[in-house]
């Protein structure tokens, strides 16, 4: 069971990036997967996800109407498209599975991470 990311850079306040998670050695469709953030001395936040059960997505409040979560089931990766971005949106990017099929919110939820892609929004 692998998740790897790619996909972060270095981008201008108000612009666009798309990052991407190739997952291996299980069905995306079949779990809750999403994307968390960490910045430079904060802790891991949980950014989106998308459930396992329904195709149900969440954001948090912060990106909800900049950040879209989608998920291609025939190449098994899940994508994060981020719009409009923000300084604040400086931190390294996870994508994860999550140990259910239902909505998780919560880093304890998720057995399996991504190494990781950094993302750098200049002002």
């Known amino acids: 069971v692998q998740l790897q990311a790619f996909g972060g850079g270095l981008v201008q306040a108000g612009g666009s990036l798309r990052l991407s998670c190739a997952a291996s050695?299980?069905?995306?469709?079949?779990?809750?997967i999403g994307w968390f953030r960490q910045a430079p001395g904060q802790e891991r936040e949980w950014v989106s996800c998308?459930?396992?059960?329904?195709?149900?997505?969440y954001y948090t409040s912060s990106v909800k109407g900049r950040f879209t979560i989608s998920r291609d089931n025939a190449n098994n990766t899940l994508y994060l498209e981020m719009n409009s971005l923000e300084p604040e949106d400086t931190a390294v990017y996870f994508c994860?599975?999550?140990?259910?099929?239902?909505?998780?919110?919560?880093?304890?939820?998720?057995?399996?991470w991504g190494q990781g892609t950094l993302v750098t929004v200049s002002s």
């Open positions: 050695g299980f069905t995306l469709a079949a779990y809750a």
């Open positions: 994860a599975k999550s140990s259910y099929t239902r909505s998780s919110f919560s880093a304890r939820e998720y057995d399996c």
């Open positions: 998308f459930s396992g059960n329904d195709d149900s997505t």
